[in-house]
């Protein structure tokens, strides 16, 4: 790029404005807790989190614009900087450490301490940072043309259309306030059942809803197409696998039930559930590991690439700017920084892991940073093959670990600790990259965005262990509440390894099922989750998808207003997660302290409650979607 081209910022280089304040630090830190435990639960709810970023930057703008009467758009985004760390980190932490309390459930280990997973997951949110300081200058700046970030992109879209801030940031409350009355009607008061379902008991299928706000707003999100690949991997789990299970094998033992249980004995205690949890599932841990590694597959040229542009860029694109837009925190700190964290893992006795887990940890750890970052830039985070990096490097590591003589449940509790500390670091490195994207098109200060997400680090690192005991001891995992999928599935295919106690005949059902939908094109790892998670909560995620799908497709509005209310129907979803995910963190408190909140024994609505209660939800998403909004 030729000093002609040179990219301007919003806010030029040599204005200073208002950014790392006591203001933005504040409202990050809150937002980063809230958001990162929200985050947490709908992950162990349903497999999947949401992008924090755009509902806290309009949440910032609404409080530091309207009610502070500030006009900082710097300040605005630090806070979105901080409070978007929170929901990366929940991500990287959930989809691993729960494993650790399952084991801790059988008997196996002893419970993970809290020094334990706060430890893991700071050390792996604080590298994940340090690994893409120095590579700032190289994806963001040298590539600005190339590399767009959508998420980051859309982030300083909002923030420069600061005049919505005020009814965009109430459109996101709402969403919080309706849906935290919506759960607390469910599991709080019980007086409508979470699942509507109906079975046919002559066929064997089964088909219902989950009766929660936060899963129509992932369907809203995610779109009709992602939500269609989910519910037909349900409908071919329920309604057809399982009644073929039951037709062909009814007087038939089949591992892993308890010895003696016949498939017909199993149905006729647990229904389609039982058949689902007990062999179905495996069938969808095979499709998704498959997924995760044909996805990883499918990107290796572009990894491989990746990762030598990146370090070329590295070497011969150091920035030597004084400019404010151009400061990244300087070299010696991040190589002490990432010393320290190194130093941490290996000696601190809490995290088990040896010399040889934290030089893979460094190893894969700044490879999958370079890799996460840069692939977000080409296809968004949403799109960015997490799961099959932690799956890829949970082989290598559990291989490499049982290698050097380490079996048993410390080979494999170390193998979680490797892979966890992995995880977070893709995550938060993809989230740095999107943050820094859009502080690069705003004009903000890349040294103060770097301490910013530092910051969140710390404070959602400092609050995920106290939610994910929370959560165990409220409901524990694997259970309807938490099923914890991702780390039930990472949890299998290190057992798998170590000890060889897997199923595989139902793995490899899953891994062959995937294949065929890879050859014919159809995106595996959508339909393989819905294969993995039980059909009621896949079909709310379908009636998310269909409402958006019919605003989508309205014929009489143009395509600006159908946009913006697109935008507004995002936003009050994401609320509505958040929400949510508050009050379901509000009743495991509850449940650990025994305060009963039900009346469901003396008032319940039933089913039909149930359905009246889902058309509320798809009306009040609908009302905010459709609201015209006065200016603020």
């Known amino acids: 790029?030729?000093?002609?081209?040179?990219?301007?910022?919003?806010?030029?280089?040599?204005?200073?404005?208002?950014?790392?304040?006591?203001?933005?630090?504040?409202?990050?830190?809150?937002?980063?807790?809230?958001?990162?435990?929200?985050?947490?639960?709908?992950?162990?709810?349903?497999?999947?989190?949401?992008?924090?970023?755009?509902?806290?930057?309009?949440?910032?703008?609404?409080?530091?614009?309207?009610?502070?009467?500030?006009?900082?758009?710097?300040?605005?985004?630090?806070?979105?900087?901080?409070?978007?760390?929170?929901?990366?980190?929940?991500?990287?932490?959930?989809?691993?450490?729960?494993?650790?309390?399952?084991?801790?459930?059988?008997?196996?280990?002893?419970?993970?301490?809290?020094?334990?997973?706060?430890?893991?997951?700071?050390?792996?949110?604080?590298?994940?940072?340090?690994?893409?300081?120095?590579?700032?200058?190289?994806?963001?700046?040298?590539?600005?043309?190339?590399?767009?970030?959508?998420?980051?992109?859309?982030?300083?879209?909002?923030?420069?259309?600061?005049?919505?801030?005020?009814?965009?940031?109430?459109?996101?409350?709402?969403?919080?306030?309706?849906?935290?009355?919506?759960?607390?009607?469910?599991?709080?008061?019980?007086?409508?059942?979470?699942?509507?379902?109906?079975?046919?008991?002559?066929?064997?299928?089964?088909?219902?809803?989950?009766?929660?706000?936060?899963?129509?707003?992932?369907?809203?999100?995610?779109?009709?197409?992602?939500?269609?690949?989910?519910?037909?991997?349900?409908?071919?789990?329920?309604?057809?696998?399982?009644?073929?299970?039951?037709?062909?094998?009814?007087?038939?033992?089949l591992y892993p039930a308890e010895a003696g249980t016949t498939i017909a004995q199993l149905y006729a205690g647990g229904g389609a559930a039982a058949i689902w949890s007990t062999y179905v599932k495996y069938i969808g841990a095979g499709a998704i590991a498959t997924g995760g590694i044909i996805s990883l597959i499918k990107s290796l040229p572009l990894?491989?690439?990746?990762?030598?542009?990146?370090?070329?860029?590295?070497?011969?694109?150091?920035?030597?700017?004084?400019?404010?837009?151009?400061?990244?925190?300087?070299?010696?700190?991040?190589?002490?920084?990432?010393?320290?964290?190194?130093?941490?893992?290996?000696?601190?006795?809490?995290?088990?892991?040896?010399?040889?887990?934290?030089?893979?940890?460094?190893?894969?750890?700044?490879?999958?940073?370079?890799?996460?970052?840069?692939?977000?830039?080409?296809?968004?985070?949403?799109?960015?093959?997490?799961?099959?990096?932690?799956?890829?490097?949970?082989?290598?590591?559990?291989?490499?670990?049982?290698?050097?003589?380490?079996?048993?449940?410390?080979?494999?509790?170390?193998?979680?600790?490797?892979?966890?500390?992995?995880?977070i670091i893709a995550a938060i490195a993809g989230d740095t990259s999107q943050d820094l994207k859009t502080g690069y098109l705003l004009g903000a200060t890349p040294k103060k965005q770097q301490i910013g997400e530092l910051i969140g680090v710390l404070a959602s690192g400092l609050a995920i262990g106290g939610v994910l005991y929370l959560l165990n001891a409220a409901w524990g995992y694997g259970g309807a509440e938490v099923p914890a999928p991702q780390a039930t599935l990472m949890k299998m295919i290190v057992e798998g390894i170590m000890g060889g106690n897997l199923p595989w005949n139902l793995v490899f059902v899953g891994v062959f099922l995937a294949l065929g939908l890879e050859i014919l094109r159809i995106p595996v790892m959508p339909f393989a989750i819905g294969l993995y998670l039980p059909i009621y909560l896949n079909a709310t995620i379908m009636i998310g998808g269909v409402v958006r799908m019919v605003m989508d497709a309205r014929k009489n509005v143009d395509e600006k207003t159908k946009e913006q209310q697109s935008t507004d129907g995002t936003l009050y979803c994401a609320g509505m997660i958040a929400g949510e995910g508050l009050v379901g963190i509000l009743l495991a408190i509850f449940a650990v302290f025994g305060i009963n909140t039900s009346i469901g024994e003396s008032v319940n609505f039933g089913n039909i409650g149930g359905v009246i209660l889902m058309v509320l939800m798809i009306a009040s998403l609908l009302y905010f979607s459709l609201k015209k909004k006065k200016k603020a």
């Open 1 to 253: 790029m030729n000093k002609k081209d040179e990219f301007k910022p919003y806010i030029p280089a040599d204005r200073v404005m208002p950014e790392l304040t006591v203001t933005s630090i504040i409202m990050g830190v809150l937002l980063a807790v809230i958001f990162g435990a929200a985050n947490a639960y709908l992950g162990l709810r349903v497999g999947m989190t949401v992008s924090a970023s755009i509902p806290a930057a309009v949440i910032s703008m609404g409080v530091i614009r309207i009610i502070m009467r500030k006009n900082s758009i710097l300040e605005s985004n630090m806070v979105q900087t901080i409070g978007s760390a929170g929901e990366s980190l929940a991500a990287g932490a959930i989809f691993t450490m729960p494993a650790l309390f399952l084991w801790a459930e059988e008997g196996l280990c002893s419970m993970p301490s809290l020094v334990e997973i706060t430890l893991i997951a700071l050390c792996g949110g604080v590298l994940g940072v340090l690994f893409m300081v120095p590579l700032r200058n190289a994806l963001i700046v040298k590539e600005h043309q190339t590399l767009l970030y959508p998420e980051g992109t859309a982030c300083a879209d909002v923030l420069l259309a600061g005049e919505e801030g005020g009814a965009n940031a109430s459109t996101v409350f709402s969403g919080m306030g309706l849906a935290a009355v919506f759960k607390f009607i469910v599991d709080g008061l019980k007086v409508i059942p979470a699942d509507v379902s109906a079975a046919f008991k002559s066929f064997k299928g089964e088909i219902g809803m989950e009766v929660y706000p936060a899963l129509l707003g992932v369907g809203y999100i995610v779109g009709p197409k992602i939500a269609s690949y989910m519910f037909v991997g349900s409908v071919f789990g329920w309604l057809v696998i399982i009644p073929l299970i039951c037709l062909f094998g009814p007087d038939t033992w």
């Open 303 to 423: 990894i491989v690439k990746t990762f030598s542009d990146s370090m070329k860029s590295v070497k011969g694109g150091k920035n030597t700017s004084t400019a404010r837009t151009a400061q990244d925190l300087p070299m010696q700190f991040i190589l002490i920084g990432i010393v320290a964290m190194v130093v941490i893992i290996w000696a601190v006795p809490a995290i088990p892991v040896t010399l040889l887990g934290a030089a893979l940890i460094v190893i894969f750890g700044f490879f999958f940073a370079t890799v996460s970052s840069r692939m977000v830039g080409l296809v968004g985070s949403s799109n960015n093959p997490v799961s099959g990096m932690a799956i890829a490097t949970l082989l290598i590591a559990t291989m490499a670990i049982k290698g050097s003589g380490k079996t048993g449940i410390d080979g494999m509790t170390a193998a979680i600790a490797i892979g966890s500390v992995i995880c």
